[in-house]
DNA sequence: TAGGCCATCTGGTCCT
DNA sequence: AGGACCAGATGGCCTA
């Protein structure tokens, strides 16, 4: 579908000097804007956007004042054909403004649905956080990985702790995002072994274990950034998963037909050394299961200020990292793969 | 100040 | 005819 081009601004100042009643008219609806900005309508700014071609009756009354005009270089402008036209009146102008302010209120109720459908896609992202949102286009790339980093899970089993799993997470991804999935995923497991060694030992022996975790960073003593939860439905549609069924395309290619992804891998920064921190015990660990996770495979966790710079803003900057995590980050859709791993059998035995 | 991101307005197109 | 969807244009806000 192609748009047609807005005039040239020679058909701009043509069409602003014989459209004046448009502006006009339109100028009077100050009294419906919005209280978010200044000029929702963009009424004093639409002067050059004056519609160039109504296409419908709307424009009659310029078209009929076009007729016989000259236009700027003084060519005689072609006679228009066809029936002619109703001439412009009130009732038709406020028709047209009606039908637009009604068209606009939709457009926006449609904007904000397709934006709220980003945040909930945001919230089930590896991070999450409520004061660093990733932009659309991060979220629809990361999204995109997610699920092939999962099906990779699913499928060869490799680890959700592995690099490989990292790389997918980041691929095609901007570098701070890059940085920010590798905090969340690399300080992720962490609690979520713990969770699970806790079931069998105390904290303790869990925080010696940890040390050997094949990752570097969130030492065993290291303070864990706030977990959020593993919510039911990242859970529930695992219900009734009969395991892949499918043949996993290359990350390159898209069964469907879609241009293969060529996004540029960005390898985060910090893999296995810039995130390492401090690996001090901790001492002051505060570990609880997080309330909203019915399964309490997540726990919730807080960095106390000292383990890390604390930004203005509540916001941690992890050393040599560029990317700050804000405080409120939550990994809730990390543990998947956890989940899936630790379930499979019980899943695939339903 | 430039660039990225975003919200909004807008007209065109397609569909019901 | 009217609504949904789309893409272009524009200005505001924020950050490096």
Redesign the pocket.
């Known amino acids: 579908?192609?748009?047609?081009?807005?005039g040239k601004p020679g058909d701009?100042t043509e069409l602003v000097s014989s459209l004046g009643w448009?502006e006009e008219d339109?100028s009077s609806?100050d009294g419906?804007?919005?209280p978010?900005?200044?000029?929702?309508?963009?009424?004093?700014?639409?002067n050059?956007?004056?519609?160039?071609?109504?296409?419908?009756e709307?424009m009659e009354e310029e078209e009929e004042e076009e007729d016989g005009e000259c236009g700027l270089d003084g060519e005689k402008a072609p006679k228009r054909r066809g029936p002619k036209k109703k001439k412009m009146t009130k009732a038709r102008i406020e028709?047209?403004r009606a039908?637009?302010?009604?068209?606009?209120?939709?457009?926006?109720?449609?904007?904000?649905?397709?934006?709220d459908a980003?945040d909930n896609l945001r919230r089930v992202m590896p991070c999450y956080s409520k004061t660093q949102?990733?932009?659309?286009?991060?979220?629809l790339r990361l999204a995109r990985n997610y699920i092939w980093a999962l099906s990779e899970v699913l499928e060869n089993g490799q680890s959700p702790e592995s690099n490989g799993f990292l790389e997918t997470l980041c691929k095609g991804l901007?570098q701070?995002t890059s940085n920010l999935v590798a905090g969340c995923i690399q300080l992720g497991p962490t609690a979520m072994l713990l969770t699970k060694l806790d079931e069998k030992s105390g904290p303790l022996e869990a925080v010696g274990a940890q040390q050997t975790h094949t990752l570097s960073f969130p030492s065993p003593g290291l303070p864990s950034p706030p977990y959020g939860s593993l919510e039911a439905s990242h859970l529930l549609h695992l219900k009734g998963f009969k395991g892949p069924t499918y043949e996993n395309p290359s990350p390159n290619e898209c069964s469907n037909g879609t241009p293969p992804y060529d996004g540029p891998l960005t390898p985060p920064l910090s893999i296995s050394g810039n995130f390492a921190l401090k690996q001090e015990p901790d001492t002051e660990r505060n570990y609880t299961p997080h309330p909203t996770h019915p399964a309490h495979y997540l726990s919730s966790h807080h960095y106390p200020a000292s383990s890390m710079a604390v930004l203005p803003?509540g916001h941690a900057l992890f050393p040599g990292s560029?990317y700050?995590l804000p405080l409120d980050i939550t990994f809730e859709s990390f543990a998947t793969p956890h989940i899936v791993s630790s379930q499979m059998g019980s899943i695939y035995n339903e």
Request: charged fraction near 35%; charge should be positive.
């Open positions: 579908m192609m748009t047609k081009p807005y701009v448009i339109l609806q419906e804007q919005t978010e900005i200044g000029d929702p309508y963009n009424l004093n700014r639409r050059s956007r004056i519609p160039m071609d109504l296409g419908s709307d028709r047209f039908r637009r302010v009604k068209a606009n209120a939709r457009e926006r109720t449609r904007m904000h649905g397709l934006n980003l949102k990733l932009s659309k286009i991060e979220t901007s701070p803003q560029r700050d």
